[in-house]
């Protein structure tokens, strides 16, 4: 083994840290027989010779040994390192993409030929991952096929190889891995399409081997099935993934030797001071939580791989959410909020079933379930029981001031998000000393202000508390406290004039007044509107001499108080021709808010929509939208309304809403509302996975919006949610 390591000048080479004068150590460490001592030696290897995904000389130079150390029969970790090649290798990584460190053109083309190198290198030895198919290590099997599919240059070759490997393959994890690497084959070549195709939906025959019962066969292939031809999904693809989700817990419990099956991870692996050692303790902490957490895996796959077949994806998701399994669950609670937030579907279920979370003991659930309720407040409302019946159960210890992190303050959260009344008790409670929530103000703008009128008290309490100091967060001169920021919005959300004398204390001396805190106190006013009279002197001083922004928010504050257009349009007018666009784009939402009083502003609006460079993204929404609301004619704002729905898609909820309000002149709109209307997508999903949550209320607002528009153009429009698939 490692023939000629010690004729490798290694010394004259890089790696992330130095001279690559340590790495034949390294080699040798993947060769050990201690199992600890080969994770420190790959953790070297992704730590310095390939740090973060870089490739030196020293990279290139190790890739023969490497291999090397695949072949050699019984050596343990074979898996690891075929997966470390598969990295090296880069997968046909974009060079121009890639973050290289200089704008030398001769360092540049040095580091873009080791690239290059390393490529060639790992496709030119990877023939003899072919001949390993049949190795005794299931590890190593397992990172085979992906691996074959990557980096071998004969495609028939693979497919014939995976073919075989699939119909005596015992290991269930194994197999698992060769359906996957059959989807990425077809995808990737598609003189393989057709054949794949047809070995992956055989296998839903049972024409599989000796794995072919194993449940996760069956999800697998159907999230392979989905991915890459989603036209061979039998018509039953939603029960027999359930089905087999069943059969994987009631298997779980009998352990993988009653399933004739290999474990897949018979050695424990060594407990050391790596990342990888801690990543995988990790991994392991969530999945032991989990039953068969595997088939979750395989089902978050499909979710991901189905896309936009959204009645399948919601049924998958229901049975998630009913599952007994408290791991399967989890996983479904972090699945609705991308899918209920990113898709237009039959949500009513999904959304009762989260909602039935809360009966849950383990505050967990409750708190996970609960959070992406609050998100989903738009169209929460076959879940508002199950929280309203969780809030009154009250806290199970006294508030805390941080009581929104409890699982009974997320509920809560959730609960006034939707503005529901019943909320309101609650909120009492916690607000009298605990944190102000930043989205406060919208909850109890939702409320019916009858409901919402006994939390004044408190939040001027609170309130004037703060600004005194007496909390501990003052909002002095130089200083913005989140808290007052919040207070003031919130105190004024339900249109009460009880925090008005805490709001003119903060205008009357805006030198001693954070800028936060100054323009949150300006945009209370606006909600006051001229129950707020009082503050017109200082309004008309901060609209005289005050900074950019605030000039903006006491301009528009001075008109909701009093009216004074005069005094307000030289300032808004000033504004449209702001070197910043974001002046321009407050200046333009005042105008639309404004409406017609702001007429003698059309001429400074149209040179603007006239000029590509200043009309395009978020600003062309808010262009048209105000000059249609300070009187353009329809004629006239139909192009800019047009092109602001292509220029960005946040901007689509309001043009659609200017549309609405046109009526049957909005006609030409009238195709792209259809299409809006009958896209399975929200029209903010921007395609992402993981943690992301899109904006539902907006895309429900668009929803209303629309289909008044169509109705008023007399079209007659969708009854009810597409659901794609």
């Known amino acids: 083994m490692f023939t000629g390591i010690d004729d490798v000048d290694w010394a004259s080479m890089g790696h992330a840290y130095g001279d690559a004068s340590d790495v034949p150590g390294l080699l040798r460490g993947l060769a050990s027989s201690d199992a600890a001592e080969r994770e420190v030696a790959l953790d070297g290897m992704y730590g310095a010779v390939h740090h973060q995904g870089d490739v030196y000389d020293s990279t290139v130079a190790c890739i023969p040994f490497l291999f090397e150390l695949v072949a050699t029969d019984g050596l343990p970790g074979r898996g690891d390192i075929v997966d470390l090649l598969r990295s090296v290798d880069g997968d046909g990584r974009d060079v121009e993409e890639g973050d290289f460190w200089s704008d030398d053109e001769e360092e540049y083309a040095a580091w873009a030929a080791i690239l290059a190198r390393a490529e060639s290198e790992t496709r030119a030895h990877s023939g003899v991952l072919l001949e390993l198919l049949d190795d005794a290590d299931a590890g190593l099997r397992r990172a085979l096929p992906r691996a074959l599919v990557q980096l071998h240059d004969d495609p028939d070759a693979v497919l014939a190889a995976l073919r075989r ?8 994890g194994v197999a698992r891995a060769l359906v996957a690497a059959l989807g990425e084959l077809g995808i990737r070549n598609a003189t393989c399409a057709r054949q794949t195709g047809d070995a992956l939906a055989a296998l ?4 599989g081997g000796p794995t072919a019962t194993d449940p996760g066969l069956r999800l697998a292939v159907l999230a392979q099935l989905a991915r890459r031809a989603p036209d061979r999904l039998p018509a039953r693809t939603v029960e027999i993934a359930t089905a087999a989700m069943q059969e994987a817990r009631d298997r779980q419990g009998e352990g993988p030797a009653s399933e004739g099956l290999a474990p897949e991870d018979p050695v424990p692996a060594p407990q050391t001071s790596t990342m990888i050692s801690y990543l995988r303790r990790l991994r392991a902490s969530h999945r032991g939580a989990v039953q068969a957490p595997w088939a979750t895996e395989l089902l978050e796959e499909l979710h991901h791989a189905l896309d936009d077949q959204v009645r399948e994806r919601f049924a998958l998701l229901e049975d998630q959410l009913r599952s007994p399994d408290w791991g399967q669950r989890r996983a479904a609670i972090d699945m609705s909020g991308l899918l209920l937030t990113g898709w237009r579907g039959p949500y009513e279920e999904s959304v009762r079933l989260l909602g ?13 379930a609960a959070s992406e309720l609050e998100w989903l407040y738009a169209i929460g409302g076959p879940a508002a029981e199950a929280l309203a019946q969780r809030v009154a159960a009250g806290p199970q210890f006294p508030v805390q001031a941080r009581w929104d992190e409890t699982s009974y303050g997320a509920a809560l959260r959730a609960l006034a998000a939707q503005g529901d009344p019943r909320a309101v008790p609650g909120l009492i409670d916690v607000l009298r000393r605990g944190h102000v929530p930043e989205e406060l103000g919208d909850w109890i703008g939702r409320m019916d202000p009858r409901a919402a009128a006994p939390l004044a008290a408190v939040l001027v309490g609170r309130l004037t508390g703060n600004l005194s100091g007496e909390s501990g967060e003052s909002a002095g001169a130089g200083e913005s406290s989140p808290a007052t920021e919040h207070l003031l919005k919130a105190a004024v959300a339900g249109g009460s004039a009880e925090a008005l004398g805490p709001i003119l204390h903060l205008l009357r001396t805006p030198e001693d007044v954070g800028g936060a805190v100054l323009g949150a106190a300006l945009q209370a006013v ?4 001229t129950a707020a009279r009082e503050a017109l002197p200082a309004l008309r001083r901060l609209t005289g001499d005050g900074r950019p922004r605030h000039r903006i928010d006491a301009a528009e504050a001075l008109w909701s108080a009093g009216g004074e257009i005069e005094a307000v349009l030289p300032v808004l007018s000033e504004s449209l021709s702001a070197e910043h666009w974001w002046e321009r784009h407050s200046a333009l939402g005042v105008i639309g808010r404004i409406g017609p009083a702001a007429a003698p502003l059309l001429p400074p609006l149209r040179r603007l929509a006239a000029s590509p460079e200043e009309n395009g993204g978020w600003v062309a929404g808010v262009l048209a939208v105000a ?6 004619d329809a004629e006239e704002s139909m192009p800019t309304l047009l092109h602001a729905w292509s220029a960005h898609r946040d901007n689509r909820p309001d043009v659609a809403g200017a549309w609405a309000r046109m009526g049957p002149a909005a006609t030409a709109a009238v195709p792209l509302l259809r299409q809006e209307v009958a896209a399975v997508r929200r029209h903010n999903n921007s395609g992402g996975t993981g943690r992301i949550r899109y904006r539902c209320a907006d895309d429900e607002r668009l929803l209303r919006h629309a289909r008044a528009a169509l109705t008023s153009c007399g079209e007659e429009p969708p009854s009810s949610t597409p659901v794609g698939g």
Do not use: S
């Open 165 to 172: 490997r699939l119909v005596v393959e015992p290991d269930a």
């Open 204 to 207: 839903l025959t049972g024409d």
């Open 356 to 368: 039935e979370q809360m009966k849950e003991a383990d505050p967990r659930i409750v708190r996970w």
């Open 526 to 529: 606006v909600r006051l509107g």
């Open 627 to 632: 000059m249609w609301r300070a009187g353009a």
